[in-house]
T-cell receptor
């Protein structure tokens, strides 16, 4: 049972465009939703995170939108750059799971110059 | 200096063998993890461990066992390797504070032939 579903699996965006990655979760106990970025040959690294008490969080070109009632959240990358080309993972966890993250299936983003 | 380091980077072995992957972190974190990333990039938690508690994902076969000689190390031992064990294994660490980011190593690519 995949508790966090992520789409699309892959995404191609032109430089300067907006990249949008969506995630949906099932476990209503989840209360922390981070996004991780992974480059080839490297481990994932935290990009941005949100708690469900806010509907949006922005850090630079990266924004998380959160819809608690729909149990969905998304990552928006504004003015996408070739250097943003990577695999992006949404994740979720709950207080009683500590920091053990449940990851979505990943989205491979390619930003074309 | 690499914060979370894993060795070896690549490991090729035959079915039925027993192997170990080493992980060390120099961040002073109390909690360490092992994640498995399969060929489709799906990341799945295997273990969470601090000096007080080991949490095992119930889907992990008992052929896999974490061993921690000290707070800075969490090694992964795998007995009787199977073809399906082929994957990239990531070690990670975090402070014992809920919602703190995970710091991942660069992974060990295990190939079982």
């Amino acid at each position: 049972q995949q508790q966090v579903k992520q789409s699309p699996q892959s995404l191609i965006v032109q430089k300067g465009g907006i990249s949008i990655i969506n995630c949906a979760y099932e476990n209503t106990a989840f209360d922390y939703f981070p996004w991780y970025q992974q480059f080839p040959g490297k481990g994932p690294a935290l990009l941005i995170a949100i708690r469900p008490d806010v509907s949006e969080k922005k850090e630079g070109r990266f924004t998380i939108s959160f819809n608690k009632s729909a149990k969905q959240f998304s990552l928006h990358i504004m003015d996408s750059q070739p250097g943003d080309s990577a695999t992006y993972f949404c994740a979720a966890t709950s207080n009683n799971a500590g920091n053990m993250l449940t990851f979505g299936g990943g989205t491979r983003l390619m930003v074309k110059p | 200096d690499t914060a979370v380091s894993q060795t070896p980077k690549y490991l090729v072995t035959q079915m039925g063998n027993d192997k170990s992957i080493k992980c060390e972190q120099n961040l002073g974190h109390d909690t360490m993890y092992w994640y498995k990333q399969d060929s489709k990039k799906f990341l799945k938690i295997m273990f969470s461990y601090n000096n007080k508690e080991l949490i095992i994902n119930e889907t992990v076969p008992n052929r896999f066992s974490p061993k921690s000689p000290d707070k800075a190390h969490l090694n992964l031992h795998i007995n009787s390797l199977e073809l399906g064990d082929s994957a990239v294994y990531f070690c990670a660490s975090s402070p014992p504070v809920y919602n703190s980011p995970l710091h991942f190593g660069n992974g060990t690519r295990l190939t079982v032939t």
